[in-house]
């Protein structure tokens, strides 16, 4: 039996306003160990774009640093699954992450943006805890009928609505 995988620990701070939930990183991202290591994926071009940020030109560290700094987590709703590849639906024995450690741990967010439908299935959880939550279209390359542009515009909205860039 293959060994489950594991996820990372939540990219938070105590004055996260606003955090992104992923499903569970592919495999691109699980060998280098960070959120949308994929070069197709086009969350750290989106992000950038809405918050102002070459984020695309910064080092991983770097690009991290940049989203705290303007109140922007990043998590997944599972912490550990099997899988072969990188879809979504491929994930089996999903072990959920525990998503009440957000509002512990950053007790001002606002909203929870959950990044495509498999993370999703769990915004009945982010709402539950008292933040607004949104369904928003993955930025994996999966994803290739939503075009960058809908995608980007989607994200600003919620970006937005969670006041967010702060002038």
């Excluded at 990372?8 to 939930?21: G, K």
């Excluded at 991202?29 to 950038?48: E, K, M, T």
């Excluded at 495509?116 to 390359?141: D, H, K, N, Q, Y």
Aim: glycine share 8%; aromatic share 6%.
């Amino acid at each position: 039996m293959t060994p489950p995988l594991e996820s990372f620990p939540p990219l938070l701070r105590e004055d996260t306003r606003l955090v992104v939930l992923g499903s569970f990183p592919g495999i691109a991202s699980l060998q280098a160990r960070g959120y949308y290591a994929h070069p197709r994926n086009q969350f750290w071009l989106i992000v950038g774009q809405i918050l102002g940020e070459p984020l695309t030109e910064l080092d991983y560290p770097g690009r991290c640093e940049r989203l705290l700094d303007h109140g922007v987590g990043l998590w997944d709703v599972y912490g550990a699954c099997t899988r072969k590849g990188s879809l979504d639906s491929a994930i089996r024995n999903a072990v959920p992450n525990d998503l009440a450690r957000l509002t512990r741990e950053a007790p001002g967010l606002r909203m929870i943006l959950h990044n495509g439908a498999e993370s999703a299935r769990r915004i009945r959880e982010s709402r539950a805890l008292g933040v607004e939550a949104l369904r928003l279209p993955s930025t994996s390359p999966a994803n290739a009928r939503t075009s960058l542009a809908a995608k980007r515009e989607a994200w600003a909205e919620a970006f937005a609505r969670a006041g967010l860039p702060r002038d």
